[in-house]
């Protein structure tokens, strides 16, 4: 089972920000937060990660709260190519065990609009 | 960026049938690769882990006979669909680990199997 949970879809303007939040309430302290995107009839794509500490890159920025319990991935200018659906996943780092493993949720669909 | 391919893209073959699928690593050495299948309208379910020159670990509900999965090299892991059915049309999609933990997990395009 997805240990994160994510409203099933969202919509925003075409050059707006896009804020993706993403609940994990029982993360534990070694878990990592992945987002990663899928596009329609493609593979996934991965877009960032994080412990603790905000993150940015070319594609995002990751919003992590001070306890851990939530985050929000930022897409700060929208385009109508990000319209896809978007996982928002907890796991440890390296090992073998189930939490170690990419396990997709339900994602939640962002739809950008012109 | 990591960059991972699949082959083939699409694929129709004949109930009985087998159908092999390969997953490559193009610019990076995969120790570990992964095998997901997506139905529609659902969100990706994680077949099996592979490594590099072992055997695969299977998750739980997944007929490791009937999907036999080879890892020979560190740029190729292979999914055969051994006496395919149509229930296992699906699409298929594999992911390769690059660096170590916390490994940046990159995904192929997948591969859309169809059985008739």
């Known amino acids: 089972d997805a240990k994160t949970t994510q409203p099933p879809s969202m919509d925003c303007a075409e050059g707006r920000a896009a804020n993706l939040p993403c609940n994990h309430s029982t993360i534990s302290g070694n878990e990592y937060v992945y987002w990663y995107r899928q596009i329609h009839s493609q593979g996934p794509q991965y877009i960032i990660h994080?412990?603790?500490n905000n993150e940015t890159n070319e594609m995002a920025s990751l919003i992590i709260t001070e306890d851990r319990k939530s985050s929000t991935l930022i897409l700060p200018h929208a385009t109508l190519r990000d319209t896809a659906v978007y996982y928002c996943?907890?796991?440890?780092?390296?090992?073998?065990?189930?939490?170690?493993?990419?396990?997709f949720g339900k994602g939640i669909t962002l739809s950008v609009r012109p | 960026g990591a960059v991972v391919s699949q082959h083939p893209s699409w694929v129709i073959c004949k109930s009985g049938t087998s159908v092999k699928i390969e997953c490559r690593s193009l610019?990076?050495?995969?120790?570990?690769m992964f095998w997901y299948r997506q139905f529609p309208k659902q969100s990706l379910m994680l077949m099996a882990t592979?490594?590099?020159?072992?055997?695969?670990?299977?998750e739980q509900g997944v007929e490791k006979d009937k999907f036999l999965i080879n890892h020979a090299s560190l740029t190729l892991s292979t999914l055969t669909v051994t006496s395919a059915h149509p229930e296992d049309s699906s699409f298929y999609i594999c992911?390769?680990?690059?660096?170590?933990?916390?490994?940046?997990?990159?995904f192929g395009p997948g591969t859309r199997l169809t059985v008739t």
């Open positions: 592979s490594n590099e020159g072992s055997k695969a670990t299977y």
């Open positions: 996943i907890v796991r440890v780092a390296g090992g073998t065990g189930a939490n170690s493993k990419l396990t």
């Open positions: 994080g412990l603790k």
């Open positions: 610019d990076f050495q995969a120790t570990t």
């Open positions: 992911s390769a680990g690059r660096g170590p933990p916390p490994y940046e997990q990159y």
